[in-house]
């Protein structure tokens, strides 16, 4: 593991623990398709390949998130995804709450 991907870790775990818990809401993507948060996934995919050699898988992922954010937020629930499968949020009070139906 190089000095940057130590490095990106430190700050993914400063973030994770001081800034995520304050800023109210939470990752997209988990929102809308359960699983871990951005963040999560970028540490994961620093420790299996490096910052460098992972970026497009980094690239990707946060891509992904902008489109499960796009389909919470910017008109139908159910716009990503061409499946049979129904997906939605239900929003109860300040965290919203993914649903999968079929």
Do not use: W
């Not at 998130?65 to 139908?76: K, L, T």
């Amino acid at each position: 593991m190089t000095r940057i991907d130590r490095l990106t870790l430190s700050g993914i775990r400063l973030y994770q623990r001081h800034l995520s818990p304050r800023k109210g809401f939470r990752c997209a993507h988990t929102a809308l398709h359960g699983g871990e948060s951005c963040s999560a996934a970028v540490a994961r995919i620093v420790r299996e390949d490096g910052l460098v050699r992972g970026r497009a898988r980094i690239a990707a992922r946060f891509g992904a998130c902008r489109e499960a954010h796009n389909a919470i937020h910017g008109g139908s629930p159910f716009a990503l995804g061409s499946s049979v499968e129904t997906r939605g949020v239900c929003c109860i009070g300040p965290i919203p709450i993914p649903f999968r139906c079929g």
